[in-house]
Nanobody, 115 residues
Framework: VQLQVSGGGLVQPGGSLRLSCAAS????????MGWYRQAPGKRRDVVAL???????NYADSVKGRFTISRDYAKNTVYLQMDSLKPEDTALYYC??????????WGQGTLVTVSS
């Protein structure tokens, strides 16, 4: 499974960004896709997950601000990030597998929230 990530960049506090993750290859082996992030000096943590049955899970810190969605026709997962805060600054990674921290990772994309 290959994951191609796009999006990210610099945004002011309160702004919005959307990340995209296009999957290709043996995607039949995948039933959970998600987004993770890693801030400098911190561990990589889950941000949001979506299962093949549509179940959604969010980290408490992003609930109500971030939305994960999936376009099955395009094999693409999105992360809409609204009301961004400086503490959301991190490298964001797309992930795929059969649960948490699946074996497939996309390249990280930097999200910087700063005025």
């Amino acid at each position: 499974v290959q994951l191609q990530v796009s999006g990210g960049g610099l945004v002011q506090p309160g702004g919005s960004l959307r990340l995209s993750c296009a999957a290709s290859g043996s995607i039949f082996s995948v039933n959970v896709m998600g987004w993770y992030r890693q801030a400098p000096g911190k561990r990589r943590d889950v941000v949001a997950l979506i299962s093949s049955t549509g179940d959604l899970n969010y980290a408490d810190s992003v609930k109500g601000r971030f939305t994960i969605s999936r376009d099955y026709a395009k094999n693409t997962v999105y992360l809409q990030m609204d009301s961004l805060k400086p503490e959301d600054t991190a490298l964001y990674y797309c992930n795929a597998g059969r649960g948490l921290f699946g074996p497939y990772w996309g390249q990280g994309t930097l999200v910087t929230v700063s005025s």
